[in-house]
């Protein structure tokens, strides 16, 4: 059969685990000291369930289920399980096996599950098999008598065993969990019994109604099959909504792996889905207990549900802790129209203990009208087991146990694996409970004591006034009174007391002493059960030592007890206590009786209460002219708080709060009169340390060390306080936003080893190294990667390299730190990592990236110059590059000596250089909010260029020679015209020759002026042009002279002017050479 194996394994391992007794339960203050123990055979499971049972005649016996017991009338089984009833004392044993006609098999486990409704006893056995070897499981009712039984076989049908391979009842398990409704009418459906194999193990509850009249099997069709949900495990009732209908609520702890609980409406004999509530982590079996009890009387119940699988989280040592257990408390909200969460208990968080598998609510059992619950923890203690007391209160469950009561103080195993309802055992007014502890084969019968409610006053004498003790007041007495109230308590009992004063004293001395010297008193008195308290004379004399510590409180603190040989005959040894809880009250933990007086305060009102209002100014200072708080490792800032107080009081013990985050440290403040100190991670606290008076303030200022801060804004929340009643808080609180940058001083720079390469008679391949080097000078660093993207030239003309990139790139960095270094190329936005060897040397971390296998080096390019041409790229990523710390990028090449030539001819063009360059850019990152000062650009460029052998002689074109003739064409033009407007080119005409004739015989020599040293003289001879004379006025001669007798001695004298100047230096002619 299909999966049928597997789901009885999976059924059996389940089942051991732990079944959990869910009922209505009352106790509280339990006397462990006076427990009774009731044992059962060896192995048995004895205590794997218990409950209480009061027959007819008033006799009062208790029920203890041993699922793994033998049966004595039936010695042929095998561990067919059963039920036990016994009695405290009774002769000649206490207990004694019940017999039972229910077709019993071995391995039943009868006794796994009981529970007691107004008229019958039903005890269950999950594990029968029918006669087709089905594990449908069987229920026996028995009367309260012991006189009757009847066998309950619901899942039985052979047509509902297995239905197209689908296991329907086959496994059902029925009795895994059981309970009565709690009502008389036989009307109303009787009991309900949890089947959790039914269906797949999906599981379901069987409802029986009329005493056998009608059966039905409540399942969840939608529920997904073979995921074993398991619903049945658990099965109770009660009034979760109000009204008088009754829920059935059951847990299936494994559906959704999370846990779930449903709670069915009652409506005409029939169920209907009400609400689910699922669990919170996986595997907590939440779900698996479950209970239900009123705060009070009348009020819809709470609904408890136990997650003992629960696993929580030791955050000192980072581990899980498995299996501590917990509790969830729902109630009825009338706003929402269902049950929400109010709470969650998890007793002591021990690994292993399971708490929340047995859980049972407790009635009131102090007097107080609150409800209260048990709950327990069968594996905690080493498996000794632990049961919690919780009380409730106002606000619900409290949520510290009031008692711890140990299975290890009794010497036994899984104590509190079930708990029973509360019921009348010795007959006194207060409710007992019975506990098993199935590993030891025990059952405990604990005794609720009877609880003394006491009424105690502490009466201050007439010199204080409205408890203030004004400055002057030198002495006071006290005076301690009692009385008490309880049921079955004697009229009168001794009280056993003591006082201690100032017990919150913060100082070495106390302010208040006794008259006696003592700072305590004790003393007994005989106290009255009545209304009006008695009181112990005569009165107790205070003396006043000091007026300090004006807002601590002078605290009088009153113990008391009552002497349990003064109570008359404890019922079984079981005497009264004194009550130490009341959930009326808001605190409802009683310790006894704490009165408290105060100092009369200088500054404040007659009721010693000072009303203030402190206004609170802060704002942040950053190093100049920053408005930002820039990171890096000397990255500070300072804070100015100024606290005023503008109430008519003073405002003691004035303190500032200051939040930060928990990279934000603490360096120092000022000035002296003001000390601060870390109260946490993120909390730091200044105390002023005078009072501001009114009208008052106080300026401070504290610095921070922020070199830890990573690049993201923060809040400075400053909290102004005062223990004095401040009137308007609203302006206590004070959040500066601070606006956290980066900033970097870079150095970058591409370098070419050669910078020229000059073309030779070579044929070897050349080596060129483009060289990129970054350096971070801070302040900040850059955390986050750091992008390089770079672009190579690469030359290959007719399938000959002429510039190609060698195999590998060079990445170096800084070994200082651990430093990430990659480098990739990014096609059709996908990253292809190059591979990289890293080697470590003198302080450099070396990493080389083979470049080959990214990039095709076969194929023709002409890629030179990567500004401009669409050169292939590479990125590499860097993080982090710290303050002071320098990254290089080198890229090899070689370089063709016929670099130029071969250029030339795939451009078929003259060239006098070849440029080859290489670029990198910085892709800074995007969240460090960079302030970036600028020294050189984010883009480098490394370049080699390759000239000729020798200059290129170039032809002249043709266009130049004409425009330099017709410029000097023009040029001569405008020289000439220029001039003859100067008259240059004006000459005096020579004169008829008879007057030349005469003017000759006339003229005596003249001698040679020498010339002006200052103007330059040609080294030719000078062209002289025949001299021009001024013109002479013609003088009338005698007539006996002759014209031809004169002119031999001028003829002369031209002759010695002209060899004068043909034999004379640049320095011996004037500039005018008519000048004669």
């Given amino acids: 059969m299909k999966f049928h194996k597997i789901l009885i394994a999976i059924a059996s391992t389940l089942f051991i685990l732990l079944v959990v007794t869910i009922t209505n339960t009352n106790s509280l203050n339990l006397d462990v000291g006076n427990a009774h123990i009731f044992s059962g055979p060896k192995d048995s499971y004895f205590g794997y369930s218990v409950a209480f049972v009061k027959n007819g005649k008033g006799e009062k016996w208790i029920l203890i289920g041993a699922p793994r017991a033998n049966d004595s009338f039936r010695p042929s089984l095998t561990e067919p399980g059963g039920l036990f009833r016994c009695q405290r004392d009774l002769k000649p044993t206490e207990c004694s096996f019940v017999p039972i006609n229910t077709e019993s098999t071995s391995g039943n486990w009868m006794g796994v599950s009981i529970d007691v409704g107004q008229q019958l006893i039903l005890v269950c056995g999950h594990r029968w098999i029918s006669a087709n070897y089905n594990m449908n499981g069987i229920c026996v009712e028995l009367g309260r008598d012991f006189a009757q039984s009847r066998a309950r076989k619901y899942l039985v049908d052979p047509d509902m065993q297995t239905i197209n391979d689908t296991l329907i009842y086959s496994i059902g398990a029925m009795g895994m969990s059981c309970a009565y409704a709690p009502t008389g009418e036989s009307r109303t459906i009787e009991k309900a019994i949890g089947a959790p194999g039914i269906y797949e193990a999906t599981g379901g509850v069987v409802k029986h109604t009329d005493f056998d009249q009608a059966t039905d099997v409540v399942h969840f069709p939608t529920l997904r099959q073979t995921e074993a949900q398991l619903y049945g495990y658990a099965v109770t009732f009660g009034k979760l909504y109000g009204g008088d209908d009754y829920n059935m609520i059951t847990g299936g702890p494994r559906d959704s792996m999370t846990g779930q609980v449903k709670i069915l409406m009652d409506k005409a004999n029939n169920f209907d889905l009400k609400q689910q509530i699922p669990g919170e982590q996986v595997g907590s079996y939440f779900g698996s207990a479950i209970a239900t009890t009123p705060l009070q009387t009348g009020e819809p119940e709470y609904l408890l549900v136990g997650a003992p699988m629960y696993a929580g989280f030791d955050r000192n040592n980072w581990n899980i802790v498995e299996e501590i257990g917990k509790v969830y408390v729902y109630k009825y909200d009338s706003a929402d129209g269902k049950m929400v969460q109010t709470q969650t208990l998890v007793g002591s968080q021990s ?156 100082g070495k001395r106390r302010r208040v002493v006794l008259e006696s010297g003592n700072y305590n008193v004790s003393g007994s008195k005989i106290v009255q059960k009545a209304l009006r308290q008695t009181c112990v004379l005569p009165p107790y004399t205070v003396l006043v030592q000091s007026h300090t510590d004006l807002f601590v409180p002078l605290v009088f603190s009153t113990t008391y007890k009552i002497r349990n040989d003064t109570v008359g005959n404890c019922l079984n040894n079981v005497c009264p206590m004194v009550n130490t809880f009341n959930g009326e009250q808001a605190n409802p933990t009683i310790t006894g009786l704490n009165t408290e007086l105060t100092l009369q305060r200088p500054g404040c009102g007659e009721d010693n209460i000072c009303q203030v209002d402190v206004d609170v100014i802060a704002k942040t200072k950053f190093i100049n002219p920053d408005t930002d708080l820039i990171v890096g490792e000397k990255a500070k800032f300072e804070l100015d708080v100024q606290m005023v107080n503008n109430g008519m009081d003073w405002a003691y013990a004035p303190f500032a709060e200051i939040e930060v985050p928990e990279y934000i440290d603490f360096v120092k403040s000022e000035p002296s009169d003001v000390a601060c100190y870390k109260n946490s991670a993120t909390l730091l606290v200044c105390q002023v340390v005078n009072p501001l008076k009114s009208n008052d303030g106080k300026h401070f200022n504290v610095k921070f060390d922020a070199s830890r801060a990573p690049v993201k804004n923060f809040v400075i929340s400053v909290n102004g306080q005062t223990i004095s009643s401040d009137t308007n808080p609203t ?120 470049i080959q296998d990214s990039f095709n080096f076969e194929v023709n390019s002409m890629n030179k110059d990567c500004q401009t041409d669409a050169c292939d790229s590479f990125t590499c990523g860097v993080s982090p590059i710290l303050a002071g710390f320098a990254v290089s990028m080198t890229m090899n090449f070689t370089l063709n000596p016929n670099t130029l030539a071969k250029v030339q001819a795939s451009v078929e063009d003259v060239l006098k250089e070849v440029k080859i360059s290489s670029e990198v850019t910085v892709d800074y990152p995007n969240d460090l909010a960079l302030i970036e000062q600028e020294k050189g650009t984010d883009t480098q460029q490394a370049t080699i260029t390759v000239l000729p052998n020798k200059p290129i002689e170039e032809e002249v074109a043709w266009w130049v020679i004409f425009l330099s003739i017709l410029g000097a064409v023009i040029l001569i033009i405008l020289i ?65 002279e002759t014209v031809s007798s004169e002119r031999e001695p001028l003829a002369e004298t031209i002759d010695e002017t002209k060899k004068l100047v043909d034999n004379s230096g640049p320095d011996e002619v004037t500039g005018d050479s008519n000048k004669v």
């Fill in 351 to 506: 690994e292993g203990s399971r708490f929340g598998t047995a859980i049972s609510g407790l009635n009131d059992i102090n007097g107080d009208s609150y409800y209260d619950i048990a709950v327990g923890a069968p594996y905690e203690d080493e498996g000794h087991g632990m049961v919690y007391i919780y009380n409730g209160y106002q606000g619900g469950f409290w949520p510290m146990e009031t008692q711890r009561i140990k299975g290890r103080e009794l010497n036994l195993l899984t104590f509190g694996v079930a708990i029973s309802k509360p019921f009348l055992y010795n007959s006194d007014a207060y409710y007992d409970t019975l506990i098993g502890a199935f590993m030891s084969d025990k059952a405990v019968l604990i005794y609720s004591q009877p609880t003394i409610n006491m009424d105690v006053t502490l009466r201050i004498g007439d010199t204080v006034t409205n408890d203030i003790i004004r400055q002057g007041t030198d002495t006071f007495t006290v005076e301690v009174c009692f009385s008490y109230q309880g049921q079955d308590l004697p009229n009168e009992a001794v009280v056993e007391f003591m006082i201690d004063i100032d017990t919150n004293s913060t």
């Fill in 731 to 850: 302006n206590n609180r004070k959040d500066i936003t601070v606006s956290v940058r980066s900033k970097v001083n870079k150095e970058f720079r591409g370098d070419s080893f050669p910078e020229i390469y000059v073309t030779k008679g070579e044929t070897g391949m050349k080596p060129v190294t483009h060289k990129f080097d970054f350096e971070n000078n801070g302040p900040s660093a850059l955390t986050s990667e750091t992008k390089f993207v770079a672009k190579f030239p690469f030359l290959r003309i007719d399938s000959q390299d002429i510039f190609v990139l060698q195999q590998f790139i060079v990445v170096n960095v800084s070994s200082a730190i651990n430093t990430s270094v990659r480098c990739w190329v990014s096609r059709d936005n996908v990253r292809a990592y190059m591979a990289v060897t890293s080697q470590d040397r003198e302080g450099v971390v070396s990493h080389r990236f083979n």
């Fill in 976 to 1040: 000439i015209l220029s001039l003859w407007r100067c008259g240059f080119f004006k000459r005096k005409r020579p004169q008829k020759p008879e007057a030349v004739g005469l003017m000759e015989k006339e003229c005596e020599p003249v001698p040679v002026v020498e010339a002006d040293l200052a103007e330059p003289v040609n080294k030719e001879p000078p062209f002289v042009e025949e001299p021009v004379h001024e013109e002479i006025p013609l003088v009338e001669e005698p007539a006996n």
